[in-house]
């Protein structure tokens, strides 16, 4: 609330209480091509890392609730690891692995892949969450009566995973967008995304007002997709209970 009631403030730097109102930061902010620019990074990087993140999610968690093997609590828990590491931990460990184990230059590929770590883990743990409270019963129905496995997935399993896949997707895009540590040792040269451009310009000359304006908009955009992934997961809960 402090950021957003900043945002409107006539003073230029970090004022409290706001000395005046005024909307011109707001079109400072929109005509900032340095803004603007990282807000398009930040939502390539986002959509891009959670498009991965559901097909990779959908089956891990496929494979981890559907069969039995020997180390699936262990492949459960590298999946999860990310998240549940300290971010700098994380992005060490990734920085470390592009340029000295695999020998990539950090930049916009590196990025995304990252974030895809960490985004994964919102969906598969939605997804499994689904398939236990689901069982396999209709799956194994649709096979005995002749369906393949492609058609039993896309007919049946894909149906009852479409809310929890999408509240999963939501979070994740919510996740990479405002994600800053782990970018700040993943982003290679010349790239920024949003944080990482409030960050920068936050404690420069005159800049403030437009940083406040930027920030109410990330916190805006992280906000309304937890929010709509909460509401999916009432509604999945609500279906559930009927059932």
Same mark, same amino acid.
């Given at each position: 609330?402090?950021?957003?009631?900043?945002?409107?403030?006539?003073?230029?730097?970090?004022?409290?209480?706001?000395?005046?109102?005024?909307?011109?930061?707001?079109?400072?902010?929109?005509?900032?091509?340095?803004?603007?620019?990282?807000?398009?990074?930040? $939502?390539?990087?986002?959509?891009?890392?959670?498009?991965?993140?559901?097909?990779?999610?959908?089956?891990?968690?496929?494979?981890?609730?559907?069969?039995?093997?020997?180390?699936?609590?262990? $492949?459960?828990?590298?999946?999860?690891?990310?998240?549940?590491?300290? &971010?700098?931990?994380?992005?060490?460990?990734?920085?470390?692995?592009?340029?000295?184990?695999?020998?990539?230059?950090?930049?916009?590929?590196?990025?995304?892949?990252?974030?895809?770590?960490?985004?994964?883990?919102?969906?598969? !743990? !939605?997804?499994?969450?689904?398939?236990?409270?689901?069982?396999?019963?209709?799956?194994?129905?649709?096979?005995?009566? &002749?369906?393949?496995?492609?058609?039993?997935?896309?007919?049946?399993?894909?149906?009852?995973?479409?809310?929890?896949?999408?509240?999963?997707?939501?979070?994740?895009?919510?996740?990479?967008?405002?994600?800053?540590?782990?970018?700040?040792?993943?982003? &290679?040269?010349?790239?920024?995304?949003?944080?990482?451009?409030?960050?920068?310009?936050?404690?420069?000359? !005159?800049?403030?007002?437009?940083? !406040?304006? $930027?920030?109410?908009?990330?916190?805006?955009?992280?906000?309304?997709?937890?929010?709509?992934?909460?509401?999916?997961?009432?509604?999945?809960?609500?279906?559930?209970?009927?059932?």
């Amino acid at each position: 609330m402090l950021v957003l009631l900043n945002s409107f403030n006539t003073s230029q730097s970090f004022a409290w209480p706001p000395t005046g109102l005024t909307t011109r930061w707001w079109q400072a902010a929109w005509e900032s091509q340095g803004a603007r620019a990282a807000i398009w990074t930040s $939502v390539e990087v986002a959509v891009l890392a959670t498009a991965i993140a559901l097909v990779l999610g959908t089956m891990a968690a496929l494979a981890l609730q559907r069969f039995a093997f020997f180390g699936r609590d262990f $492949v459960s828990l590298l999946i999860i690891l990310p998240i549940a590491l300290p &971010g700098v931990v994380t992005g060490i460990a990734l920085a470390n692995a592009f340029t000295t184990m695999i020998g990539i230059e950090l930049g916009f590929f590196t990025l995304v892949v990252s974030h895809a770590t960490f985004c994964i883990v919102t969906v598969f !743990n !939605n997804a499994v969450a689904r398939l236990r409270r689901l069982g396999g019963n209709l799956e194994e129905a649709s096979m005995d009566l &002749g369906a393949g496995t492609f058609r039993t997935f896309f007919k049946i399993t894909l149906p009852m995973l479409r809310s929890s896949l999408l509240a999963g997707g939501l979070l994740a895009f919510a996740l990479s967008f405002d994600e800053i540590i782990v970018t700040t040792f993943t982003v &290679g040269q010349g790239i920024q995304t949003l944080p990482i451009w409030i960050y920068q310009n936050l404690f420069r000359p !005159n800049q403030a007002p437009v940083v !406040n304006v $930027v920030a109410a908009a990330l916190i805006v955009l992280s906000v309304v997709p937890i929010w709509i992934a909460q509401r999916l997961a009432g509604t999945d809960e609500s279906v559930a209970a009927a059932h």
